[in-house]
Structures are given as C-alpha cells and as structure tokens.
C-alpha cells in the first residue's frame, strides 16, 4: 500500500472513532457495539505502529474519552497533588528508610513507623470541605492546579456531602481515588480498556447525569490543607475518616520494619486477584506527622512516602529488528523492533536493550524469542532470550562503532568513581553538528519541563526539520507561517494558535532556559542551583569565558562533572551561536529568591562535622528556607563555618587563616531563634 493510501485508510478509520467517541459521550447513543469500537481502535493503532510518518497527534492511545477537559473550570490546590517516588524491591527499600533515618538524625536502632496502604489504580481527586460541606471537588490535573469536576464527584455515593462530626476540621482538602470495582467493570460493559481508564472517562463527563450512571467508588488516604486538625499520625487519621463517613482500605496496617514491609508486600501480590479493585503496589508512609513535616518535599515528590510497585507485568515476543536511537546527550541506545504484544493492557511493539554491553552479556540476536518486561511506565525492556527457539543462521549483533547519523567515531566515556569506561557508547557531538542530536536537542527544547510550547510535540519538530524549517531552537521563534499554512495538516486557525503558543513562550525563568538547551549532567535541579547561583542571564551567558566557570564550584551540589558538562557547552562554537540567537528573541527572567527577608539573609554557611540535633540535610533546608545560602568550599565569600562534632580540621585552618566566623550548632540554632 502506497504512503497515500495508508494515510487516507488511516484518517478515515479515525475520523470513524471519533464520531463514534463524539456520540458515546455527548448524545449516549453509541454508534456501534463495544466489539466493533475495540476492534477499530486496534487497527488504527496497528498502522500507527507500522507506519511511523502518520501524524498520531489525535491517537486513540493518546486520548481517554473526548476531551471533556474544555468544560472544567482549572482551580490551583491550595497544596499541590504530587507524585511518589517508587520502588521495586527490598534494597529500595532499605536506602528510603535510609535517607529518613539521616534526614530526621535518628539513632539506627529506630525503628520508623510506617503506615502501609494498598496503592488502588484509579483517579486521585481532592474534596474540600469548608464548615462540614462539601464545596469543592478537583482532579489532580497537573499537580498544580486540577479541573473542577464537583458536579459528577456528588453522584458518587462514598464521597459524603456533609459531615457533622465535632472533630472534624472547618475547613480540609480530602484526598482519595475514584475508582470502578472488577466486577461492575464486567457489568458496564463498557469500551474502555480497564477500570482505571473507564472511571477517568466517566469523571470527566461534560454531564454529570452521565456519571451518575457509572458504579464510581471513592476511598479515601489522605489531607493535603487542613485547619486546626488535632491527629498526630497517618493510622489515627485513618481511623477519624471513617467515623467521619468515609470509606478506607481494609488493608491498611502499620508496620514497623523492611521484612515486615516486604511480607505485607508479598500477601498483597499473591491476594490482589481476590481483591475487588485493582492495585499496582503499596505506599509506604512514615506514620508520625510531624516528622512527616520536618522530611517535607524533594523535587516532585514527598521524602516521607514512596510506592512499592508490584511485579512488572511481562510477555513472549519476537525480535524483528534491532535499532539504534541517538539520544540528546549522544548516547547510542539498541532498541528492539518485537512483534506487537499486549502486555498489561498496552499494545508494545518496542522494547529498550540498554547498551551495548547489555546486548553481550545476554546475548540477543534478532529473530530471537525473547521475555519482555513492562514496569508500570517504565519503558519495555527485554528480560532473557529463550535459547530452546533460536536458529542456528541468527547471527550475533554487531554494535557500531561510528555514529549512525554524523558518522564520527562513537566513545566510551571514563568513569573516574569505577575507574572503567561507561557501558553506554556515545557520539562525541557536542553542538548541533550531528542530525540526530540535534533532533533530540530540539525535542528536549520544547518538553514540558522546558519551554512547554503547546502544539509543539515530538512529531512537530520531526516534521518540520524533514521540510527544513528548523535546524536550531532559534528557529522555532523565526518560523515560516506562511509556508507552514500550505502545509497539509494546516491551515490559518491552526498556525494562528502555533503562532500564538510560541509567542507566549518568549518570556521563560532562568531556571528553565537553562535546563531547556540539554546539557549533559544538567537536570531540573541542577540548572535550579544555577540559576540561583548566577541570578541573571547575563551571568549564565558570561560562562562563554571559563575563567568565571570556577565560580560554579562554589555551589553545593554541582561538581566536577556537571562543571565539565557545561565547560564543553560553552567550547562548542555553534552552541554559543544558539545562546546569542536565543538571547536576541526571549525575554529570560531574572532568579529571584522565594524568601528575601528571612532570619539568615545574605550570609553564606557551610558544614563541617556532625551536627546534634538536626541532620546535615535538614540543617541546610532551614538556612535555605531561612533565606541563607549554602556554599561547598571555605573561601572569602564564605560568613560562617559551623562546626559540629568531629569537624574536618582542614576545613577550620582555612576559615581561621581567613578569619572567617566559626559557630558551633547551639549558636547557629540561635541565629534561627531556636534551642539547641
């Protein structure tokens, strides 16, 4: 079949679902049966995986429901909704326990309490009372702000809409998850895939009479605000949600150990088929509140809560192919091309073999049968090869040894902690002088995390380096509207609303402009210490000469490698070339700093020795959140060396010959107005 004709079949098989999704959710008179809906969602996505040049934008895969989101009024939670770390096994485990002990500067012998709670697969959603009634009700939306869907949480019949109980706080954010139980998922018969994905489509009905419809369950876990709640622990809370009217997980029980913690673990995944609703893990919640409190929140995620996820679900499959992918970094990912197979209710037609030495040591070759694995959303990965079904003709792979894309000749960095060269092959590109990481440079630009250009997806930047209208982020903003219009796909409304979503993104923080150009080392938090470090813009963009690149030293938490990263950035002429076209067409803001009037302003600290009553981490988030600054080495803009147990007898020469102030911990706690 010729590119045309496949993509003429394709639009008109998803023209078909979408009228037959249009008059599900609006008019509740589906257009075909349940059979014939599943059947032609499994032959759209079967093109898409064959053909990779059709435009997925719209994909069922992509899609839960139609779109109802556009009705929903967008309110901020007053605490935002955010995600768990995970874990997968006992040595997580024991480094999260790990990290609490230190954190809190408990004594080993400790033991942590933890509350532990069957993590269901549904829909997180918040109810906010206020003087006993229920006023409002969000979705978690993107942690930050959620969708007002209180009409269609009243119909669910475990969510109370008025409480009268004496203890219960005038006003609180319940949290919980919206669920629909295994057996009247049978009953509803309806198209979704699962149960999860079937109550996310009935809560974000356009009319709630709909909703009414579906057997929606409601448990509730948690608080994110509450005012003047008296209840010192997770467990006792738990306790006070049901005699407030709501429902919890029977299978809520505190434990006070790892073994304990992988025993209730292993009874849940063997119990989870008898279980009415489905669970992927168990969180794990340290019990006491106020040492939650104190753990607070590393990056998106709480310090005092992980989720341990169950056993990865896994498939047999064929590998048809082996690819290899170029990353941004320049890190030559193999990837294997399988034959489709459903593994947890996702259709995978790909799956990751790491690096080349990961291809070695199991020894895949292409046309083997192999075990896929899929982790939660982790991305598929093959586990073994069954040797019983390989051909004698399979050959062994040969990995390249120059970069499929530029040519040049591929390295294996050296690891000065291992003393070995990395498992990962690179090509050694650090600009924009290599297609294919370029691409992935371009990709990463316009990533949510980044400048988070609406419209602007993966698929986009592909199509539009094929036709040339970009070869670096500059480009983006200098765009040929005109030429793009003609273009098949669009027309004036939707290059307007292009135009429009570039347009908004010209003003973006330092912070983000930072992580947004892909250097190598340099994540979220990174370029976070950066830009609070170097303030300005102008600053960053001083870094061209690597004399001011030693001032990045003094920042705790960026070292050698991440110095060295930006170090061979800044040596790359053409990357400097983008910082200047850049600069010429955002307006990047200024770091400013979220406490400017705390109790430490202005003065700079550093650590040496082991402090009494707080932990080494905690110590620097109280001087941080104090409006202090934390710097890694003794030196002339250093104001105080506090010194703990134990110090580092170097560390007080230097700040003596210096004569920089030294305090010890009972003195710094004073600067707080704290006791020691």
Known sequence: MQNEEVKKNYLKKLKKFNDCNKNYYEKSKPLISDA?????????????????????????SKSVGFKPSKNFHKVKHKV????????????????????IINFLNLENTIRVEYSAEPKIDGISASLIYKDGKLIKGLSRGD??????????LKTINDIPQEINSKNFPNEIDIRGEVFIENNDFKNINTKFANPRNAASGSLRQK????????PLKFIAYTYGYAKEIKINNQMDFLKNLKLWGFKTNPFNKKITSIKDLMLNHRYLEEKRKEIPFD?????????????????????????WAIAHKFSADRSISEIKNIEIQIGRTGALTPVAKIKPVN????????ATLHNEDEIIRKDIRIGDTVIVERAGDVIPHVISVDLRKRNKNFNKFVFPLNCPSCGKKTIKDYNEIT??????????????????????????????????????GKKIVENFWDLKLIRFPQDIFNLNYEKIERLEGWGKLSVKNLKFSIDQKKHISLAKFIYSLGIRHIGQENAKLIAKHLKTAVNFFKLTNQKNLENLSYIDGI???????IKKFFLNKTNVKVLSRLDENLLIENMTTINNNGLLKDKTFMITGKLNNVSRAEAKSLIEKNSGKIISNVNKKLDYLIAGEKPTLKKINNANLLNIKIINEKEWLKMLNKTG
């Open 36 to 60: 014939e809906f599943d059947k032609l969602k499994i032959e759209i996505l079967e093109l898409e995986n064959r053909y990779n040049f059709l435009n997925k934008t719209n994909s069922p």
């Open 343 to 350: 593994i947890g209710g996702v259709i995978v037609s790909n």
């Open 419 to 456: 003393k070995k060269k990395d498992a990962v092959r690179r090509c050694p590109s650090e600009g924009y002088e290599c297609e294919k990481i370029a691409i992935e440079k371009i990709k990463h630009f316009v990533s949510k995390d980044a400048f988070n250009i609406d419209g602007f």
């Open 207 to 214: 009319d709630s009479a709909v909703t009414a419809k579906i």
């Open 559 to 565: 070292g050698t490698t991440q110095i060295q990263s």
């Open 143 to 152: 942690g930050t702000e959620g969708e007002d869907i209180t009409q269609n």
């Open 279 to 303: 669970i992927d893990g168990v969180v794990y919640k340290v019990n006491n509140f106020d040492q939650q409190k104190r753990l607070g929140f590393a990056a998106n995620a709480p310090r």
């Open 80 to 99: 935002p909704m955010l995600s768990l770390g995970n874990a997968f096994n006992e040595e997580d485990l024991k480094n999260f326990e790990k990290k």
